[in-house]
């Protein structure tokens, strides 16, 4: 077997093993709104930020999303699971649009029972990172370091921007090691530049 077959048998390995074990996404969650929130009827709900990423734009009208207002939160929950330093990853939603409405939220990991964070800190032991909208559109990954059950998003916006806060689609959690998600990428850009390569010989 030549290198460029085995390069992409390694690669639809990991493609079907990624595809058997899917994400975790939210089956619960709690919001607490911040401020310039209202309006927009469909993106008031909170249960628009549970299931897999669902959310649309048709006509005049937006919708299968939650936006968070300025300045708080909404915790997420998975069927009472409990991880221990999986990844997780979260779907903002501004639908090409980031530039004129820059969005950020803060990115907390924590178990209920332990006491969630009180303040929006990012040197508090449950923080895990932090997203700009920009990041988040096709899904940011980020990676905990401890158990948590709960995964908090935290709008970050800042309020000159006239935007109602960071809009959640899906959170969820990812059952396999970041890594093998880098080396799905890797091994597709290796048999694509073999496959160029091979190309170029065949010219
Ligand atoms: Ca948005
Ligand atoms: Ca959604």
């Known amino acids: 077997m030549k290198v460029h077959?085995?390069?992409?048998?390694?690669?639809?390995?990991?493609?079907?093993?990624?595809?058997?074990?899917?994400?975790?996404?939210?089956?619960?969650?709690?919001?607490?709104?911040?401020?310039?929130?209202?309006?927009?009827?469909?993106?008031?709900?909170?249960?628009?930020?549970?299931?897999?990423?669902?959310?649309?734009?048709?006509?005049?009208?937006?919708?299968?999303?939650f936006s968070l207002g300025l300045g708080k939160w909404a915790d997420f929950t998975f069927n009472g699971l409990t991880f221990n330093s999986q990844d997780g990853i979260v779907f903002e939603v501004t639908f090409g649009n980031v530039s004129n409405h820059p969005e950020s939220a803060n990115i907390f990991a924590f178990l209920a029972g332990d006491g969630a964070p009180g303040s929006n800190d990012n040197n508090l032991a449950s923080f895990v990172g932090s997203v700009p909208n920009v990041d988040a559109q096709s899904g940011f990954l980020f990676n905990t370091t401890s158990e948590f059950d709960t995964i908090r998003i935290w709008d970050t916006t800042a309020s000159s921007n006239n935007s109602k806060g960071f809009d959640v689609d899906a959170v969820g959690v990812v059952p396999l090691p970041a890594a093998a998600w880098l080396l799905l990428g890797v091994s597709g850009a290796l048999v694509a530049a073999k496959r160029r390569a091979a190309n170029k010989a065949a010219a």
């Open 5 to 65: 077959h085995l390069v992409a048998a390694a690669a639809a390995a990991i493609i079907v093993s990624t595809s058997a074990q899917a994400l975790t996404y939210a089956t619960s969650v709690f919001a607490e709104r911040g401020t310039n929130s209202g309006g927009f009827g469909d993106r008031n709900d909170a249960l628009n930020a549970l299931g897999a990423p669902n959310a649309v734009r048709s006509g005049s009208g937006a919708g299968g999303f």
